[in-house]
């Protein structure tokens, strides 16, 4: 497998399902915190 067809099949993913992973975990840890502070 070439980098031009993994390329091809993280876009076919939803958006940011590989990539942008640590970005939704992330934004999970920031939710936390509001929660925390309500």
């Known amino acids: 497998m070439n980098d ?3 390329i091809d099949m993280t876009k076919k993913l939803p958006r940011g ?3 942008g992973g640590g970005a939704k975990q992330k934004r999970r840890k920031e939710h ?3 929660s925390n502070k309500n």
Do not use: A, M, R, V
């Open 4 to 6: 031009k067809e993994i």
């Open 17 to 19: 399902h590989n990539i």
């Open 32 to 34: 936390k915190q509001e």
